[in-house]
């Protein structure tokens, strides 16, 4: 079965430090990847997608993820975290075979950025 | 222009009882999907509207029934209520039948007693 995984639940940085978020997926044929956001008191919010091309995704808010086929792994980084960087992260993944859009998310990691 | 739109806001109901939650897509899309997030969970997946019909359905039992009407809003029903459907649930809406990106609303949060 399908299935998406969030290395890290929780993850506690200070300000300018880096951040990489770990995303494994098990889906042996092409698919669309995701992460998305959800700062507190918001809703979910696309940071950025990856449905083919290069592999080097840039998004907004400085954030970039690089799709690694050969690991199955979509992870997430930014060089520098700011204190509004504090939310929630979901990696999500869409199979590209007529399925037409059913996300299967991950659990989420829970990232805070201290002063 | 208005993001993806649901109603209401909060919700408590009792076992047993059914509830229907609202949805009105980004203007301009036709696709809308439903998810439930539970506490400390990333959303699952429970059908797809297309075209006022169901396209797709996750592994959710038929208490969940949806319906979409011509004008791509949509409602969400549970019969039968359990503890256990406690949850956020979300909607997204997107272009073409699910092929574009999703917009997510901001959720209802469901309370079952």
């Known amino acids: 079965a399908q299935s998406v995984s969030q290395h890290n639940h929780h993850v506690i940085l200070s300000e300018a430090a880096s951040l990489e978020l770990g995303c494994n997926y098990s889906?042996?044929?092409?698919?669309?990847l995701f992460w998305y956001v959800q700062y507190p008191g918001q809703h979910l919010q696309l940071l950025l997608k990856?449905?083919?091309?290069?592999?080097l995704v840039k998004g907004i808010k400085g954030f970039e993820a690089e799709f690694i086929k050969s690991k199955f792994s979509f992870n997430l980084r930014k060089p520098s975290v700011q204190w509004s960087d504090t939310a929630e992260y979901f990696c999500?993944?869409?199979?590209?075979?007529?399925?037409?859009?059913?996300?299967?998310f991950g659990a989420g990691t829970q990232v805070v950025v201290t002063p | 222009d208005a993001g993806v739109t649901q109603s209401p806001t909060h919700l408590i109901k009792t076992r047993g009882q059914q509830v229907t939650l609202r949805c009105s897509p980004k203007?301009?899309?036709?696709?809308v999907s439903w998810y439930q997030q539970a506490l400390g969970q990333g959303p699952q997946f429970i059908f797809q509207?297309?075209?006022?019909?169901?396209?797709q359905r996750g592994n959710f039992p038929d208490r969940f029934s949806g319906h979409q009407f011509p004008n791509y809003s949509s409602e969400l029903n549970v019969n039968a209520l359990l503890l256990g459907d406690s949850a956020l649930y979300l909607c997204?809406?997107?272009?073409?039948?699910?092929?574009?990106?999703?917009?997510f609303g901001p959720g209802t949060r469901l309370l079952v007693l």
């Open positions: 990856y449905f083919s091309g290069d592999p």
């Open positions: 997204a809406s997107s272009l073409n039948g699910g092929e574009e990106t999703q917009y």
């Open positions: 889906y042996g044929g092409t698919v669309n």
């Open positions: 999500a993944v869409s199979p590209d075979d007529h399925s037409w859009g059913k996300l299967q």
């Open positions: 509207y297309y075209e006022e019909e169901e396209r």
């Open positions: 203007s301009g899309h036709d696709t």
